[in-house]
């Protein structure tokens, strides 16, 4: 089984109040974390959007592909079927561009455990969260994807592998320039 890595990274930032992907935390571009974490996945791909040349000029991508989503406006579900149709895989790790806590032995984890289902999810002390892996007939639903909407509903009726991962990253995602300032 392939299996690519996509990092989502396209949003606006309103709630931020700005290029969040561009924030520093500990010297670093908040969107570097990820990109670091997926290095040892290939292939792999960041969706950008929003401030997509400024990211380009400012970030170190680790070697993922960029594909800008035109779209991105729109919401998630158009990065993720940007990302989506960037990777010919027969799975697609998605992971969060503002979950600075993220790490590859997480990542690592999540494709170890990877059998026959339909999707494997990272849990935290037992409470489903990001990153999450998709084999190709989810991968396949993606147009039925609309707005601000991850995979979320469409996990529902899946057979979903849950791999704790808590002792090996962080779920926090930030949000908020408060929450940054809390790292």
Do not use: N
């Amino acid at each position: 089984m392939t299996i690519g890595a996509l990092v989502l990274a396209a949003g606006e930032g309103r709630r931020f109040g700005g290029t969040k992907q561009l924030a520093e935390l500990d010297g670093r571009p908040l969107l570097s974390y990820a990109l670091a974490a997926v290095a040892g996945i290939s292939p792999r791909v960041v969706v950008l959007g929003h401030a997509a040349d400024e990211i380009l000029a400012a970030v170190d991508l680790h070697g993922a592909r960029p594909v800008i989503c035109p779209d991105f406006a729109d919401g998630q579900a158009a990065s993720l079927k940007c990302g989506i149709a960037a990777l010919d895989t027969d799975a697609v790790l998605v992971v969060l561009g503002d979950q600075p806590g993220i790490t590859a032995r997480a990542l690592d984890a999540m494709i170890a455990a990877a059998g026959d289902e339909d999707a494997v999810r990272a849990t935290y002390d037992g409470v489903p969260s990001h990153p999450v892996l998709l084999r190709r007939p989810l991968l396949e639903r993606a147009g039925e994807l609309r707005g601000d909407v991850g995979f979320r509903d469409l996990l529902r009726d899946a057979r979903v592998r849950e791999v704790e991962v808590g002792h090996l990253a962080d779920p926090a995602d930030i949000d908020t320039r408060e929450e940054l300032a809390r790292r």
